[in-house]
């Protein structure tokens, strides 16, 4: 069949199948303008690689809470807080923290130094002989063996002083001057075994149950005429007869000291040596002592 020339139906293009009209229309219909969202969303990721994940930021969170509590409770402080002026203050919301000394109070480099030198010269010049002669003019009586003899007059200055730093009480011991038996744990064992009164082959045992037996005798304890220290031959044990702040004035209490001897077995006189407790601090101050 020809094809009519210049009839227009003819020169039309063909009709679109149905299938490609319903694609067309849906995708004119249906498609929403998303433009402006996945703008947004494209944003949204490229921020997101710049942000830590949720581990990370929980834990920042965690520090700048912990931070801003540290800071506000250095800062905020109620007037019944505040320290006493007499030993120190705390600028707490300063970012160098810092102390203040009072004018009274000297710090630790204006503490005047003993000449240790000298001191020992001192101990050594006294003996126990020159101590016992002197306590026999004396004729002063001996009191409780028990106790650790020491002259009134010396009270006073073998006290501790009392210091305050950062909220805790120091006590400083001065040097004193003590009459004492001082023995080598090993050498005081083996003194004790060759007179017999040790538990065999025990040494603690054996110290144990000397010092036992001076506590309940002489009441010899720590803190009350007994301490220990290290040289360096080893440990050594001291037993405190007496304490003065003075070499001379050392008391001699006879009946103490042949307590001493008969416990421990020797005919030895005691010796004056020199001592000086280390500094002990003690419980923090309570709020109504600040």
């Known amino acids: 069949m020809s094809k009519r020339l210049g009839c227009p139906l003819s020169e039309a293009r ?3 199948r149905r299938s490609s009209r319903l694609k067309t229309r849906q995708a ?3 498609a929403p303008d998303t433009s402006e969202e996945l703008q947004e969303i ?3 990721a490229a921020s997101s690689d710049e942000r830590p994940n949720k581990r990370k930021l ?8 912990k931070a801003s509590a540290v800071n506000k409770k250095l800062c905020v402080r109620e007037d019944n807080d505040r320290p ?14 810092t102390v203040r000394f009072a004018v009274d109070e000297p710090t630790d480099s204006e503490v005047p130094e003993r000449d240790f030198e000298a001191e020992f010269a001192r101990a050594k010049a006294v003996t126990p002989q020159f101590l016992a ?3 026999a003019l004396a004729c002063v009586p001996e009191g409780d063996i028990r106790e650790v003899a020491c002259p009134p007059e010396a009270l006073e200055n073998i006290k501790p002083s009392i210091r305050i730093r950062k909220g805790h009480r120091y006590c400083v011991y001065p040097l ?3 009459l004492v038996f001082t023995y080598n744990c090993q050498k005081l064992y083996d003194h004790l075994v060759a007179r017999r009164r040790d538990v065999p082959g025990d040494r603690c045992r054996t110290l144990g149950y000397l010092c036992e037996r001076l506590r309940k005798e002489l009441g010899v304890e720590p803190g009350n005429g007994f301490t220990m220290f290290e040289d360096e031959e080893g440990m050594r044990y001291m037993f405190v007869v007496s304490i003065s702040d003075r070499p001379e004035t050392l008391p001699y209490p006879e009946a103490r000291v042949r307590k001493f001897q008969k416990i421990i077995g020797t005919s030895g006189l005691p010796s004056i040596r ?5 500094t002990v601090s003690s419980v923090p101050l309570a709020a109504h002592e600040r």
């Open 14 to 16: 063909p009709a679109l």
């Open 28 to 30: 004119q219909t249906l």
């Open 42 to 44: 494209h944003k949204a």
């Open 58 to 65: 929980a834990l920042k969170d965690e520090v700048e809470l």
């Open 84 to 97: 006493s002026k007499s030993h120190f203050d705390l600028q707490t919301c300063d970012a160098k923290r």
């Open 133 to 135: 002669s002197q306590a």
């Open 176 to 178: 004193r001057y003590v």
């Open 274 to 278: 020199l001592f000086q407790n280390k």
